[in-house]
């Protein structure tokens, strides 16, 4: 009888992952695993490095989301040399962040996800991606283009670089100012993106009703949720406290100081991944476990904080119980809110006068033996905590990773999404692209998560009580 | 004084006597790739950048430290020369923990524009990684042993320029390194004068300025300049 | 017409250069014309097929299963990219090689020294290899685009001389870093 499925490499995610199935002796589901193969070892390689290079070496941990890195590590860094940072500069981090933010969410919508929606789990897989899409509906994949576009260029013109623009944001602020010309230049394209934002938006929406089936059966399941909100409980991506809710809302801690994290999060280790799970500590393991990102967010604020974006969010929350979203599904509209809401704050961020001011960065010599910086990354919360010697060399480095957050969830959606789904004795790719959509659901990074990346073609393989290898079947 | 005739890539030109073929060369527009030379401090012909092909003879010669010759035939870009130069710079890549992308002088960097210019787009050596000492201790002066291509521009403006010598080489071969005083810690140096001339010279992200950004740190034509103030002061 | 069969490989790197691949934005649309993505992460077949034209590879080789993977890539490719500076020179994905039993000193920190519950290091997952190297190390490549990541414009650039049957011209424009 057949014992295990394996799908590998797990495709149209960030990052290198793969998926075990096993099966009972009857063939059915009994448990399944989200694994990740590779890991590069940031921690380590760190040690001896001046501190003001941390932003740059970590934030090649992932080219997907590297201001995030950027900022919780340019965060931890501000500690180390004990400065508060120049208005302007706080400022220019939000707004470069909300770049990365808009470009993250869009790749992971209309690059990677967005071919499963439009074209449905079972379709073939010639056509199933952001290629097919060009080819079928050039429109939709011109607006992703587009958004993803526009983030990135944020990013550019405030920094000069696209991707690891790793020069500007410095312990103490950032480098230079932002011009009024370039800022102008921003807001000139912002409405473009904010209309192919709404109009997808209402896509989406109307879509929904085509997938009950998916936002019930796509990882639907209580947890417990992790993010940092503003004082006021709003929608916050660059600072703020950390809060803690379980599944019916209720609150299991507030207000928690995110550097002293240490205090209440806590890193498990299991044999067969390279990603660690982190938990709540009175809580333990895996009771402790929560889900950050998007839906966590959203699930744990109050409000966005914008006009549109708090509109959507109502809506957002008719899918919930008691006002909590459970399915994995519907991260994808927590991402368009999120985009949404970026470009609101984006906006306003470029109208105002102080975002403009000359004086960016406060220069400071290192004064604390240790530093933590946290900030939201597309994917959830990020945290960095760096020792140094009395000089400043690095001599200790421990991250948390965004996506790691949501490894127990992981494993909970693909268990739950193959007990519902895959068929041992009737196996058929879609089954299997179900497995790997709840995946891409959380949208994981998983260059972040190992530090690295990886990936490598094989198959499903089919594997009898004994373990003999029975059908291998190739996509 | 005695000029010199000869021809750089069969232009004719004429130098006065004991001229380098490095300065005729650029005297005349002729550019020559160069990264241990500095104006205004003494040629070391360390690098070996400059090579160029002298007519008669079937070696190569460094234009920095080769004077001119009456009726001498220089080439300076041919197929071997070109070969060469990168492979000097594929030698340099290798030799220590020359990651441009997390480098303090990413940008700002002589020895990786012009990698870029030479089309060096890959290393051919397997890299070296010795583990060097980075000093840290110095108000704002900072040097990273894993970045230094051994050029000496750091120890020649020190000496030469600002007249102290703090900046010395330690042991040799591939474990040869540049020390502050007698192998001293940098916040120690009591010849150093914290003049910043060798931070400025440094093609690379070796020896730097805390915190600033090398694109407007770097300098090197401060050594020439002071070279001809001083010049100027005494005529 | 025939399509230019084109796969596109992630290994050991932060998918900054697929990312920057992205970035040649609008272009993507006309690169879909010409031609076919037979096999990347972007895309879900999930084995390396057969009569690739062109395989662009991002990332160092770190691990047994890239090894692997890379090996059978470069035999099915007619011409292979190195894409970005960890696949041409191992970058920071390969400052782990600095240290002594790099691959075991990267494990160790991580997995028993900053772990709080069963701290132990991965069994069940691919072994790493003890060092990283950069692809033409492992096997012949045809074509280096340096660059941390490498500009989109450079992509572009590169893409559109294979296409066009032409040698890319690197001088001036490859830049590591």
Not at chain 1, 387 to 409: F, Q, R, Y
Not at chain 2, 176 to 201: F, H, M, P, Y
Not at chain 3, 115 to 132: F, G, H, N, R, W
Request: hydrophobic share 40%; with cysteine.
């Amino acid at each position: 009888m057949v014992k295990e499925i394996t799908i590998n490499p797990v495709t149209r995610i960030e990052g290198h992952a793969k998926v075990t199935i096993f099966l009972d002796d009857d063939g059915s589901v009994k448990d399944a695993r989200f694994q990740i193969n590779f890991f590069r070892g940031f921690e380590k390689f760190c040690e001896g490095r001046p501190y003001y290079e941390m932003p740059s070496i970590t934030s090649r941990a992932c080219g997907i989301c590297p201001v995030s890195h950027l900022i919780a590590s340019a965060k931890a860094c501000d500690a180390l040399v004990s400065v508060t940072i120049p208005e302007a500069a706080v400022r220019l981090r939000r707004l470069m962040h909300m770049g990365q933010i808009i470009q993250s969410h869009t790749l992971s919508f209309f690059y990677l996800s967005f071919p499963d929606l439009l074209f449905g789990m079972d379709a073939d897989i010639e056509k199933r991606n952001i290629f097919g899409l060009i080819e079928s509906d050039p429109e939709i994949a011109k607006n992703g283009i587009k958004l993803r576009k526009f983030g990135q260029e944020i990013i550019e013109r405030l920094a000069g670089k696209r991707i690891h623009s790793s020069d500007w944001i410095v312990p103490g602020g950032v480098r230079w100012p932002l011009t009024k010309e370039k800022g102008e230049r921003i807001a000139a394209d912002l409405p473009e993106a904010k209309n192919i934002t709404i109009s997808t938006l209402e896509k989406f929406r109307n879509m929904l009703q085509r997938f009950d089936e998916e936002i019930e059966h796509l990882g639907n399941f209580p947890s417990n949720y992790m993010g940092l909100i503003t004082p006021d409980g709003e929608l916050e991506h660059y600072d703020g406290l950390l809060k803690i809710i379980d599944y019916q809302g209720e609150v299991i801690a507030d207000s928690l100081d995110p550097t002293k994290y240490k205090e209440f999060i806590a890193e498990a280790v299991e044999p067969w991944s390279y990603m660690k799970f982190p938990y709540y500590k009175p809580l333990g393991y895996p009771g402790g476990s929560y889900r950050v990102g998007p839906l966590a967010r959203l699930n744990i604020a109050k409000r966005c904080g914008t006009p549109l974006a708090d509109e959507e969010i109502k809506e957002f929350r008719k899918f919930g119980k008691n006002g909590i979203v459970e399915s994995s599904f519907l991260y994808h509209y927590a991402r368009l809110i999120e985009i949404l809401f970026c470009l609101e704050r984006a906006e306003e961020i470029l109208s105002e006068p102080e975002t403009y001011a000359d004086r960016v960065w406060a220069k400071a010599e290192v004064s604390r033996s240790e530093g933590i910086g946290v900030a939201e990354a597309p994917r959830g919360t990020l945290i960095h905590h760096y020792k140094v010697d009395e000089n400043g060399l690095i001599t200790w480095v421990n991250l948390i990773i965004a996506t790691g957050h949501n490894n127990v969830a992981f494993n909970r959606a693909v268990t739950e999404v193959a007990k519902k789904y895959v068929n041992a004795k009737k196996l058929t790719e879609g089954m299997l692209n179900r497995v790997e959509a709840v995946i891409r659901a959380y949208d994981p990074c998983l260059s972040c998560a190992s530090h690295s990346f990886g990936s490598r073609g094989i198959d499903f393989e089919l594997y009898d009580a004994d373990g003999r290898l029975i059908d291998r079947n190739s996509r | 004084m005695k000029s010199v005739r000869l021809t750089i890539d069969g232009r004719a030109v004429e130098v006065p006597d004991g001229t380098t073929i490095l300065d005729a060369a650029m005297a005349n527009g002729i550019k020559i790739p160069t990264l241990c030379h500095l104006e205004g401090v003494k040629d070391y012909g360390g690098c070996r950048l400059c090579l160029v092909e002298i007519k008669g003879s079937p070696k190569v010669f460094p234009a920095c430290t080769t004077p001119v010759g009456q009726g001498m035939e220089v080439t300076t870009n041919s197929d071997r020369l070109k070969e060469y130069r990168k492979m000097a710079l594929q030698l340099l890549l290798s030799e220590r923990a020359h990651i441009c992308s997390v480098c303090v002088a990413n940008g700002a960097c002589e020895l990786q524009s012009l990698a870029s210019e030479l089309g060096v787009d890959q290393l051919i050596f397997e890299r070296d990684w010795p583990e060097l000492s980075v000093d840290l201790t110095h108000a704002y002066l900072v040097i990273d042993r894993n970045r230094c291509i051994l050029c000496t521009r750091c120890i020649r403006v020190c000496d030469e320029i600002e007249g102290v010598h703090t900046l010395d080489l330690m042991l040799r071969g591939k474990e040869t390194q540049v020390v502050i005083d007698l192998n001293e810690n940098w916040k120690n140096a009591t010849s150093c004068t914290g003049c910043r001339k060798c931070a400025k010279v440094c093609p690379v992200g070796a020896i730097y300025v805390k915190g600033e950004a090398l694109s407007s740190t770097k300098d090197k034509e401060v050594a020439k300049f002071i070279t001809e103030r001083r010049r100027s002061a005494f005529e | 017409m025939n399509k230019v069969r084109v796969a596109t490989i992630w290994l050991s790197g932060c998918s900054g250069c697929h990312m920057s691949f992205l970035d040649q934005d609008e272009f993507l649309m006309e690169l879909a014309k010409l031609v076919q993505f037979v096999y990347s992460p972007l895309i879900d077949v999930k084995e390396f097929p057969e009569n690739v034209d062109i395989t662009i590879v991002e990332g160092a080789v770190g691990n047994e299963e890239q090894l692997e993977l890379i090996e059978v890539a470069r035999k099915r490719t007619k011409q292979l990219i190195a894409l970005g500076d960890c696949a041409v020179h191992g970058n920071v994905t390969s400052l782990r090689n600095a240290l002594r039993e790099g691959d075991q000193a990267v494990l160790k920190r991580a997995y028993l020294e900053l772990a709080d519950t069963t701290p132990q290091i991965p069994s069940e997952v691919t072994p790493l290899l003890k060092k990283a190297h950069p692809l033409h190390e492992i096997v012949e490549v045809d074509h280096f685009i340096p660059g941390c990541p490498p500009p989109a414009s450079l992509i572009t650039y590169v893409l559109t001389e294979l296409l066009a049957g032409r040698k890319p011209e690197m001088e001036g424009k490859a830049k590591f870093g």
